[in-house]
């Protein structure tokens, strides 16, 4: 009898699959796809991030990369089993390329691949140290003169930099930094951490005092070492800063605090950058071969520009200046925006006794969190999904798994069994004048945040405050100037403020690269972050991916990494890899360079 199960219908289809790669037969390859089939590709075949969509552009990919990959040894992941729901075959897969290993998952359709996640793992023979392969730490026997292990450390720290240079050189400490930083640190990889705050985890704790995180903990946690299980669901800001720098200090990172990147400029001829920062109150030069950009993936305030802001007597801050609201007790306040910042300074000032008005002038998509955790998140990132044995990294892999071009069907009945639940507590916020969408597809909170990284509240509170009118709303309109006394509305209406704070969101992370390398550098690499899904905020055309995010980019050697919490830790991994191939010397042919449409 033959042997239908799951696990035999994906042992089919990879055993065909390498037999076509073995053979460098691309078209046997290819006819093992669907025609409406994805293949995302985490560095292993193309040396990139890319989602490969159809035959033609998977023919493509393999017609230029097969010969160099040269894939091996595919076979199923025997601690996972295979499964079939509706039609749908899924299981976890393993595999070599000729100087790699990877992972990944696999979707059935109709006994063809609907959909390919392949990652990259480990360098074959530059494999991280620990498991089996840990330092022991300990040096049995004896000789003359040895240093400790706390000497080698601080050896290294006042060399580094000075008589030996750092093979990569990060801007930017906070999370995505720091996250990076381990990962290189694991694989070997001379780097040091620019960061101008005085400690690691400053960035956190400068921000206003009610801050807290809005994703869980589950889908929070660093590289190597996850938050313990006492931590918060929600970590404060604080908690978050001193995670940071106890992190940065076991991890041995070489983190140049209270630093300054000053300029960066490369050497075609020389293949390195001459990245100069003041130190300690000195001026030090360094001439790393690698660039990393993690200044976050939000890049540069978005300050408005509206006619009278020199008149205006008040004070008037960005969102990211905002220190908390002690001091404005009594005051009248004015937050220009609707989005994450602007409803938790909201709430945050009306606690401490302001008089807060909220200036919407767009509509906001708001999702309550506890709906968002059980609904949106529950499968993969929560004490659920742990205890259903759920790991970080699995988790990680099935999100990542879902193509950008597809992922919006599978959130579109998430947001609509959301917005069923919560029917009444979105009619309050419209009952209030509060202006509310779903996104231009109805497709919610993640799809917002992937195209466009703004336009959305996780509600932890400050909307019943504005449903119940304790923080005045006023919404649908626009701001004309500035006077003397606060603001005045394009319909002629008078706002008196005291402070104003303008929670108008940050611009491209190119912006960065504009104030230290050059504007041709910054409009060569063009903008960061986006689809190209042709929505509000990302327009077109479709990227397939998040535009220059931990990938090459067209400067050579200069890259950026950014994002939350889980994108630091997920992609920190392939990036970290991109870097220690070409340390080592690796050939890396990349497929699919990113073109550039925007600038910013």
């Known amino acids: 009898m033959l042997d239908d199960s799951p696990h035999q219908k994906i042992e089919t289809v990879l055993g065909k699959l390498e037999r076509a790669f073995a053979n460098n037969d691309i078209d046997a390859a290819v006819n093992l796809f669907q025609e409406d089939c994805y293949w995302r590709d ?3 075949f193309t040396w990139n991030i890319k989602t490969l969509e159809g035959h033609d552009q998977i023919r493509a990919m393999l017609t230029n990369q097969l010969a160099h990959i040269r894939p091996s040894s595919l076979r199923q992941d025997l601690n996972e089993v295979a499964t079939e729901d509706d039609g749908i075959v899924q299981g976890w897969i393993e595999f070599e390329t000729d100087v790699a290993r990877g992972y990944g998952h696999i979707r059935l359709k109709n006994g063809h691949i609907w959909s390919l996640l392949t990652t990259m793992t480990e360098l074959k023979g530059h494999e991280e140290s620990r498991g089996f392969l840990r330092p022991l730490g300990a040096q049995h026997g004896s000789e003359p003169n040895r240093k400790s292990w706390k000497e080698k450390l601080e050896t290294e720290a006042a060399e580094l930099g000075y008589s030996i240079q750092p093979y990569c050189v990060i801007v930017g400490g906070g999370q995505g930094g720091i996250a990076l930083g381990a990962r290189l640190r694991q694989l070997g990889v001379p780097t040091i951490i620019i960061e101008k705050n005085e400690r690691p985890g400053d960035s956190w704790r400068n921000r206003y005092k009610s801050l807290c995180l809005h994703d869980p903990v589950w889908y929070d946690h660093l590289p190597y070492i996850p938050f313990p299980d006492n931590w918060p669901v929600f970590a404060p800001k604080d908690k978050i800063g001193d995670w940071l720098e106890m992190y940065t200090k076991v991890m041995e990172l070489n983190y140049w605090s209270s630093t300054v990147c000053k300029s960066a400029k490369y050497d075609e001829a020389e293949a390195e950058w001459t ?9 030090v030069i360094l001439r790393p071969k690698q660039l990393v950009l993690a200044t976050g993936m939000s890049g540069k305030a978005n300050w408005p520009s509206f006619k009278g802001m020199d008149v205006f007597k008040g004070e008037q801050q960005h969102s990211s200046q905002h220190p908390g609201p002690e001091a404005y007790a009594g005051k009248k306040v004015v937050v220009v925006g609707s989005n994450n910042s602007a409803h938790d300074i909201c709430a945050a000032l009306w606690e401490a006794g302001a008089d807060v008005t909220m200036l919407q002038r767009s509509s906001t998509h708001i999702v309550k969190s506890d709906s968002l955790m059980d609904i949106g998140l529950g499968d993969l990132y929560s004490e659920r999904a742990v205890a259903s044995g759920m790991t970080t990294r699995k988790a990680d892999l099935i999100f990542a798994s879902l193509p950008y071009r597809i ?13 069923e639940k919560d029917a009444d507590f979105y009619a309050r916020l419209e009952k209030a004048g509060f202006m509310l969408d779903f996104g231009d597809d109805d497709s919610g909170l993640f799809m917002k945040y992937l195209r466009r990284g703004s336009g959305y509240y996780i509600d932890v509170g400050a909307c019943d405050l504005v449903a119940d009118g304790k923080i ?3 919404s649908g309109a626009n701001i ?3 006077n003397e006394n606060g603001i005045i509305l394009e319909d002629g209406r008078e706002l008196e403020a005291d402070l104003i704070v303008y929670a108008t969101g940050y611009g491209s992370m190119n912006g960065w690269a504009a104030d230290l390398i050059s504007k041709d550098v910054a409009d060569k690499v063009g903008k960061c972050w986006g689809l190209g899904s042709g929505t509000t905020k990302d327009p077109g055309p479709w990227e397939g991916e998040q535009r220059n995010m931990w990938k090459p980019t067209q400067q050579e050697a200069l890259w950026f990494h950014g994002g939350n919490l889980h994108q630091s830790r997920h992609y920190s991994q392939y990036l970290s890899l991109q870097l220690k191939a070409r340390m080592e010397g690796i050939e890396t042919p990349v497929f699919g360079l990113q073109d550039v449409h925007h600038l910013s």
């Open 407 to 419: 992922m919006h069907e599978f959130q579109i009945p998430i947001y609509n069994k959301i917005r």
């Open 42 to 44: 985490l560095v292993t």
């Open 275 to 283: 990245v100069i920062v003041e130190r300690a109150g000195r001026e």
């Open 472 to 474: 005045k709303l006023i």
């Open 480 to 482: 004309r100037e500035l």
